[in-house]
């Protein structure tokens, strides 16, 4: 498996791997299909349902993406890209510019979702935002496990139907033609079934408003959202210089309010790869072992920031915030 490392004399871990772009289609108008595999044909990193990777892209672009391919099949990673012409450049490149045989940089999965083995799984998509649950349904379709069902609002044809066909003629998605029907009304869906179920959402902005106003009161474990876009943060008024640190290098820089840790760490070349800036995605999380941070992203769970921070929006409750690169 051909590997990179971040440089130095003595090895690191292996922060991603050199993957050739093997296929590439297009499923749907406006949307890539791509399939990655080891240039040597070795198997790649195992992951789990719902996980993600990080594309490094030739334009010097890092960008996030669901895996879609089953969990079992670690010969190869398949991920979907719909185009925007209005984003950061990324689904850009990839449709204009990225051509089968490449070799692209791509991170080790990470993250994923944690089902409920008992209660309803309850799946809510948006158009391409049933990415991050097309692994899923694939493994627990393999598993022989049916305590799940998928609600796909779409407008028109569904995008990657045909990866899933087995799981709707089990009847277990739902689709919704939003140019034929009215969209599913989200509070009433989740309401449908009972007080253990699990749900989980990826979609539009005004889907995923409507999700987390049907389930605040529903306590962290039973509810998963997945934004393509960041949250716009208020800015902390009452920010204070502190110091960051990194630790295997011995390295500081003041963090100025104005400026952020991102752009201190950036101008300090530290090793982290970025994304999404809005601390969504979990390109940026890194371990610290001094501060306390203040915690601003979507990603981590409680027992995670003990030791993780999205460094992409964190910032600093004492005066020194160390970390562990």
């Known amino acids: 498996m051909a590997t990179s490392f971040a440089g130095g004399e003595m090895a690191k871990a292996i922060k991603h791997l050199q993957a050739v772009v093997q296929e590439i289609d297009e499923p749907l108008p406006g949307v890539k299909r791509l399939v990655?595999?080891?240039?040597?044909?070795?198997?790649?990193?195992?992951?789990?349902?719902?996980?993600?990777?990080?594309?490094?892209?030739?334009?010097?672009?890092?960008?996030?993406?669901?895996?879609?391919?089953?969990?079992?099949?670690?010969?190869?990673?398949?991920?979907?890209?719909?185009?925007?012409?209005?984003?950061?450049?990324?689904?850009?490149?990839?449709?204009?510019?990225?051509?089968?045989?490449?070799?692209?940089?791509?991170?080790?999965?990470?993250?994923?979702?944690?089902?409920?083995?008992?209660?309803?799984?309850?799946?809510?998509?948006?158009?391409?935002?049933?990415?991050?649950?097309?692994?899923?349904?694939?493994?627990?379709?393999?598993?022989?496990?049916?305590?799940?069902?998928?609600?796909?609002?779409?407008?028109?044809?569904?995008?990657?139907?045909?990866?899933?066909?087995?799981?709707?003629?089990?009847?277990?998605?739902?689709?919704?033609?939003?140019?034929?029907?009215?969209?599913?009304?989200?509070?009433?869906?989740?309401?449908?079934?009972?007080?253990?179920?699990?749900?989980?959402?990826?979609?539009?902005?005004?889907?995923?408003?409507?999700?987390?106003?049907?389930?605040?009161?529903?306590?962290?474990?039973r509810k998963h959202v997945e934004r393509f876009t960041p949250p716009k943060l208020a800015p902390t008024r009452t920010a204070r210089p502190y110091s960051v640190v990194l630790a295997k290098s011995g390295r500081e820089m003041e963090v100025a309010p104005e400026v952020g840790l991102l752009a201190t760490l950036e101008a300090m070349d530290a090793d982290i790869s970025v994304s999404c800036a809005g601390g969504i995605c979990g390109a940026c999380r890194t371990r610290w072992v001094e501060g306390p941070p203040i915690h601003r992203d979507r990603v981590l769970s409680p027992e995670e920031r003990v030791h993780e921070v999205i460094v992409c929006v964190a910032e600093c409750a004492g005066p020194r915030l160390v970390l562990d690169i």
């Open 36 to 221: 990655l595999a080891d240039q040597d044909g070795w198997r790649l990193p195992a992951f789990r349902p719902g996980a993600h990777v990080d594309l490094h892209l030739a334009n010097g672009l890092v960008r996030t993406y669901s895996l879609c391919n089953d969990p079992a099949d670690c010969r190869r990673y398949v991920v979907a890209v719909k185009r925007e012409d209005a984003g950061r450049g990324g689904s850009r490149h990839i449709h204009d510019e990225l051509r089968t045989g490449e070799i692209i940089g791509v991170s080790v999965p990470r993250s994923g979702l944690a089902f409920s083995s008992e209660a309803m799984n309850i799946f809510i998509a948006g158009g391409i935002g049933v990415t991050p649950f097309v692994s899923a349904i694939l493994a627990l379709e393999r598993e022989g496990r049916t305590n799940y069902v998928l609600h796909w609002a779409s407008m028109g044809e569904p995008c990657l139907i045909d990866v899933l066909e087995p799981a709707v003629k089990a009847g277990r998605v739902c689709l919704y033609n939003t140019l034929e029907v009215a969209p599913p009304d989200i509070h009433s869906l989740v309401q449908g079934y009972g007080e253990e179920a699990k749900a989980f959402c990826c979609g539009p902005g005004g889907m995923l408003d409507a999700f987390e106003a049907a389930v605040a009161d529903w306590p962290e474990e």
